[in-house]
Structures are given as C-alpha cells and as structure tokens.
C-alpha cells in the first residue's frame, strides 16, 4: 500500500513513499550546481519536488528517471510560493519487488469510461437535426477507442484518464439546463457544440492509454485543436452533405469557444449558442481546478495558490457549517 498520498501531505513533514514521474529535467541553478526538477504525481494529484546538488557522479543514474517510471522517494514536504512542494533527499527507481497497484498512481475521472460514453451517445442519439445527430455519432464512433481513456488536457483541468469524457459530460449537463432557461437557445446546435468542441484534443495531445500524457503532437503545437477542429468538421460536414451555414457555424463554435486570442480564438462567438458554449467551457474548467484544490485542502483552510485560477488560494469551508 502507497505510504502517502499527495493530497494528505502537510508541510514540514518527512516522508518516504512511491510517485509516478509526471516530468523530470536536469537544470543549472544560479550557483552552478546541477538539480533535478520533478513533478510526481499519484491517484489524487501532483506536486513539484526537486532534488538539490546532484554531483557528477550521480548524472548517469538520474538520467534514467523518465516521464511514467514509478520511483520511491525520501522529502521533507516544504512550501515555495504558496504551494507545497518535496524537498528530495533520496530517489530511486522501482521494480517488481515493489508490489505495485498501478491505480494509486494514475488518475482518473471519477466515473466509469463506457458509462460515461453511453450518456454521451445517448444525449446525441436524442437531437432532432438529423444532420447535427448524424456527424456526432460518426465522430463518438470513429474516436471511441481513444476517448474511452483520453485527458482533455496535457496538464491543469481534466488531465486524467477519461477526463475528455468526463468534462464532455458535465458540459452536456449544464446545457441541458442552461436551455430551460434561455429558452430560446438551439438545444440541438448547442449540445452538438459541446461534443464537438475539444475532440481534436485526442490529435492535439499525446497521451497512453493510462490518460497520462507526454505532451503535445505535432500537428498540436503547429495548429492546435481549435484549427485542427475546424480542419476535420469541413472534412465530416462535406463527406455527410451537411449544409454549408450549418457548417460553418458548427466550425465557428469550436474557434471561437476560448474567446480571447490570446488563447487561440481568432473570433469571439457571433451567435448565442457560440458565446454559451464558451462559459459552459469555462464553468466546467473552473470548477473543476476549485474541486481539486479543495480535495487537497484540510476543512477551515485555504489551498495551495492556483496557477489557473489566477493564483488564487481556494477556502474549504468548515464541515461544521
């Protein structure tokens, strides 16, 4: 059984215990000795660790630490700029002695991947446009394989197993309120947006079939998966005859869905379902980085500062209220 989890570690403790190598790179520091810079990751989360003036000698072992060995660890749990980190004193690769359950290592959305999958299907096999329904089935059946294990993200907010199913889903569900309310809204246009919107993540990112990700393609860090969306949905929409406004709006919701050009978009959404698309992108990422930073926080006490909440620290409320 893994010794401690990343969520339960508290600053200035001293533990020993197994992690998965999320990355690993040797650098220089500003006295000219060499450390090895980690973020290592378990079930429940990741935390950055160095280990500090590594002599020559010692180069050719660490070198073999790479992205998805499972190492055990000696740290004392520190704190630099808000966020907890190890402070490594030993470090060494694992073998079959160790008696590992790969499951304490890699995370994972919290539901089951085909159920997940057939909630996704079903919601589809429901539009009433026979052109919206069809291209989204053709796309949920072409990528089932992959999308039964891919993360929608490379790092931050649903970088998991399954986390591309599992950030479609609760988008899926938030629709399908927000369209009560407003309801003049295109249910079916909307919802075809949300199953559309982040599929070319599965070009863009690379990923095992544990969700864990090595970084970016190619074909990602050119183009993105907001151009390479756009590529696909032109090849789909003219192969399945789709009309060409209903086309292109579908490809202007995946442009413009990250609103700002600093993110990527060109264009800001231009018709109502394509600026609704954009928060319930935003919602369903947000809450998801506040639930993670929560998990790992003690009740009556603020997390971590968090890079993409602006650097926010998040307050867990007190189970007493």
Known sequence: MKDYYIKDLKTNEDITSYFMVKSASLRVGSNRKTYLDLVLGDATGEINAKKWDIADEEVAGIEKIIEGNIIRVRAIVTEWNGMKQLKVSRI??????????????????PEDPKEMYDYIYAKVDSLEDQDLRKLCTRV????????????????????????????????????????????????????????LHDIEKMIEIESNELGISSGYSFEGKMLGHLVLGVRELEKLCGELDICREKTVMLEHMVISHHYEPEYGSPRKPLFPEAEMLHYLDMIDSKMYDMEEAISMTEPGEFS?????LDNRSIYRSSDKN
Request: proline content about 1%; some cysteine; glycine content about 4%.
């Open 304 to 308: 971590d500062r968090v890079w993409t």
């Open 140 to 195: 949920l059946t072409d990528r089932r394989e992959k999308i039964m294990y891919y993360p929608a993200a490379s790092k931050n907010h649903h970088a998991e197993m399954a986390g591309l199913l599992w950030h479609v889903k609760r988008m899926l569900m938030t629709a399908e309120k927000v369209c009560e309310v407003y309801s003049e809204l295109n249910r079916d246009l909307l919802m075809a947006g949300v199953v």
């Open 92 to 109: 060494r690769l694992t073998g079959a002695e160790d008696m590992l359950d790969i499951n304490d290592y890699v995370k994972a959305a």
